[in-house]
Nanobody, 124 residues
Framework: QVQLVESGGGLVQAGGSLRLSCAASGRAISTYTMAWFRQSPGRDREFVAGMSWSGGGTIVATSVKGRFTVSKDSGKNAVYLQMNRLKLEDTAVYYC?????????????????WGQGTQVTVSS
């Protein structure tokens, strides 16, 4: 079993930055792929970024490429999502997810474990 807990969400003005954290317990993150998804009201949950278990494969969604970066700290068993130059459309609940598969998948059905989510609100 894997437990995931997100933190770091909040209210930020457009153009600002936030860093989300996902603390994992139950198994070392070096053994599974981690990803971030987000969901805004009335929309499907969408893939944001992910990092394979080896750390060698990273995928970032086109909508956030160049602004968001995913990283991990194996010593802390944590994954991070650095979000820069935030836009109004980045407002959503952000979820951390994990899978034991070795590659990054962009469909939520491929992830077995989820955190409870953290709200990010970008204001004008």
């Amino acid at each position: 079993q894997v437990q995931l807990v997100e933190s770091g969400g909040g209210l930020v003005q457009a153009g600002g930055s936030l860093r989300l954290s996902c603390a994992a317990s139950g198994r070392a993150i070096s053994t599974y792929t981690m990803a971030w998804f987000r969901q805004s009201p009335g929309r499907d949950r969408e893939f944001v970024a992910g990092m394979s278990w080896s750390g060698g494969g990273t995928i970032v969604a086109t909508s956030v490429k160049g602004r968001f970066t995913v990283s991990k700290d194996s010593g802390k068993n944590a994954v991070y999502l650095q979000m820069n130059r935030l836009k109004l459309e980045d407002t959503a609940v952000y979820y951390c997810a994990s899978t034991f598969r070795p590659e990054v998948y962009q469909e939520q059905i491929d992830y077995a474990y989820w955190g409870q989510g953290t709200q990010v609100t970008v204001s004008s």
